[in-house]
């Protein structure tokens, strides 16, 4: 079922003040599809909490866009998912946003807003010393895995490569594809060649790339997924704030800003069920032609 939906967007973000707020969903979103690796996670480690997905698929990939572009779509997300979803938490699924927008939007908005960087950071270091981390252009141009890493283990050593053609090959649904194996051979080489003994997902689209990616790797690196301690970080700030859900959680609600059938298309191999999906409809940003990312 494809619905669709032109809600509101306001210029603040007051915030819920309901007595609701332990029934209030959990707000989730990545750039498409990738977020449904943390989504499924969240799923699993807390049962009784209700999702809401959000995939800006009108604006993918994030990962060659400019840090003000990745702001724009971020606040807009996140005033939408506060005004007018009345989520209790945010939750970027996206390693890019992450990076580029955490520390400042944080402060903006009156829930508490998660990213995967850090606890993907404390996860890799606390498996292995030789950490290699792929991801999108955007995140590796950061340098805020390594930095993070660094933060928390100085004398590990960290290996970044840029993988900008994984998304987009992913959202096309290419993951077996001859050309999908050949482009995470030459990915993987320069790593493989620093023996490395840890490879972090530096992208939330690119756990479904393992069945790809573990024909290439030795059996001895360990990979590390951030979607596993973000929800336990979840699960941690819902108790803390006494926000956790008691009762039974309501099916998860999926919106994207592009097509809602392609998505849902897309995302069922990985759900397990066709999910209903809502489009909702954002003012457009203007393509930052003075990115060095943008090609």
Known sequence: MVRMS????TSSSAGMANPGMQQ???GVFDSGVGGLTVLTELERQLPHESILYFGDTANLP??????????QFVRQILTWMVDSAGVKMAIMACNTSSALALAAVRSEFN???LGVILPGAQAAVEQGRRIGIIATPATVQSDSYRQAIWEIAPTVQVWQVSCPEFVPLIERNCIRDPYTVKVA????QPLLQQQIDTLV???????????????ILPPA????????PVGVAAAQTLQLLKIHNTLAAQPTQFYVSGCPEQFAQVSVQWLGYIPAVEQVSFPAVPVDLTNPLFR
Request: aromatic share 8%; with cysteine.
């Open 6 to 9: 032109h809600l509101p967007l």
């Open 24 to 26: 209030a969903r959990i």
């Open 62 to 71: 994030y990962g060659t866009r400019s840090q003000a572009e990745i702001l």
């Open 111 to 113: 829930i508490p807003v």
């Open 185 to 188: 051979q030459e990915y993987l």
């Open 201 to 215: 997902y530096g992208c939330t689209h690119y756990p479904h790339l393992a069945p790809v990616l573990q024909t």
């Open 221 to 228: 690196v360990r990979l590390v997924n951030p979607a596993v």
